[in-house]
């Protein structure tokens, strides 16, 4: 009996924290692997739509792969997005996502939307009688922004 306990301790000495520490390395690898670092690209300085996108403005930074999206813009696909217009407000730190710039030379001309005036939206809404206020608030509006333009 004491030959059993004393095998079994130098066994349970000798196997046992090999075995535990596989066990808690293989446990442990799916959170490493969540926070290992992709680079992503994004904006350096703050953009407003409409602005071109250019490489002053922007910038590459490492994120953990668990919150890279595919969405993103990595640092070898950075060409695709250069001289594209920025479709949305952009903080500075921001990573860019590929819905985020627009290519002109791939959209033809026939698929760009031609905003439509403020005034025929908004009396295409409110069609009654008691628009009144609203029309001569639209009409001032309209004549503001047709003397911006010139």
Do not use: H
């Not at 446990?27 to 350096?44: E, F, I, M, N």
């Amino acid at each position: 009996m004491v030959l059993g306990l004393v095998l079994g301790a130098v066994v349970g000495l000798v196997v046992g924290p090999p075995v535990a520490f596989l066990v808690a390395w293989k446990l442990s690898q799916p959170t490493v692997d969540a926070w290992r670092l992709v680079p992503v690209v994004v904006v350096a300085v703050d953009i407003l739509p409409g602005a071109p996108l250019t490489m002053e403005v922007i910038s590459q930074r490492s994120v953990p792969v668990r919150f890279a999206s595919t969405a993103y813009v990595k640092p070898d696909s950075v060409s695709a997005v250069v001289d594209g217009r920025v479709t949305t407000p952009l903080e500075a730190g921001a990573p860019l996502s590929w819905w985020m710039v627009e290519d002109p030379r791939n959209t033809p001309a026939a698929e760009v939307p031609v905003p439509r005036r403020c005034g025929a939206r908004a009396r295409s809404i409110a069609d009654d009688s008691t628009t009144r206020e609203v029309w001569r608030v639209i009409d001032a509006l309209e004549r503001q922004d047709t003397g911006s333009r010139r």
